[in-house]
């Protein structure tokens, strides 16, 4: 079945440090590939996707590119803020039906 | 948009009790899915609604069901309810058709004591 792995967290930057959190994925065919974002107590806000394989999706600062020959999605921002500590969730989903989620990765910036 | 709201927001249930969560789908979507997120995991997919016929389903037992209305309002029931069901559940709304992201609801806090 689909699957979406993440890398560990919690992830602890400096403010305007550079962020990378890194995804691959497992898929029978050819899955849209999505960034959501979930701030304390809130639910899921979407960050950014991507349709097709060499899409790049961006939003915010953050960008994630669709590797296809290397099943990943990896998500970076050049300059974090304080305002960007959050749990961050990779998805996928095929054709329409269910997401997909990794584990998450908690991501804490200081000032 | 009119966003996807959910009620209750927090909720505490005892063990063996019933449950039912409600959602309201952003106007517009046809679609509504239920997400199961426990502390600290990524959110789990229990099942989707589509035009108020269940149309997919996760690896949730039987005491988890749903329904969708005519106006694509959706419930989430959960019988006989277990510790391990105290998570935060979530909804989301789509419009199939376009292939558009889901949008999703702020959630409900169950706690089961």
């Known amino acids: 079945g689909n699957s979406v792995t993440q890398m560990e967290g919690p992830v602890t930057l400096s403010e305007e440090a550079f962020l990378t959190i890194n995804c691959t994925y497992t898929a029978t065919g050819y899955p849209s590939l999505f960034w959501y974002v979930q701030y304390p107590g809130e639910g899921l806000q979407l960050l950014l996707k991507a349709t097709k394989a060499d899409d790049k999706g961006s939003n915010k600062g953050f960008e994630a590119t669709y590797r296809k020959e290397t099943t990943s999605f990896h998500l970076e921002k050049g300059s974090v803020q304080v305002s960007d500590s959050a749990v961050y969730f990779c998805?996928?989903?095929?054709?329409?039906?269910?997401?997909?989620f990794g584990p998450g990765t908690r991501l804490s910036v200081l000032p | 948009e009119t966003g996807v709201t959910q009620s209750p927001t927090h909720l505490i249930k005892t063990r063996g009790q019933q449950v039912t969560l409600r959602c309201s789908s952003q106007s517009g979507h046809n679609t509504v899915s239920w997400y199961q997120q426990a502390l600290g995991q990524g959110p789990q997919f229990i099942f989707q609604y589509y035009r108020e016929e269940e149309n997919g389903r996760g690896n949730f037992p039987p005491r988890f069901s749903g329904l969708q209305f005519p106006n694509y309002s959706s419930e989430l029931n959960v019988n006989a309810l277990e510790l391990d069901d105290s998570a935060l559940y979530l909804c989301?709304?789509?419009?199939?058709?376009?292939?558009?992201?889901?949008?999703f609801g702020p959630g409900t806090r169950l706690t089961v004591t």
């Open positions: 989301a709304s789509s419009l199939e058709t376009t292939g558009k992201a889901s949008l």
């Open positions: 998805a996928l989903r095929e054709n329409g039906q269910n997401f997909v």
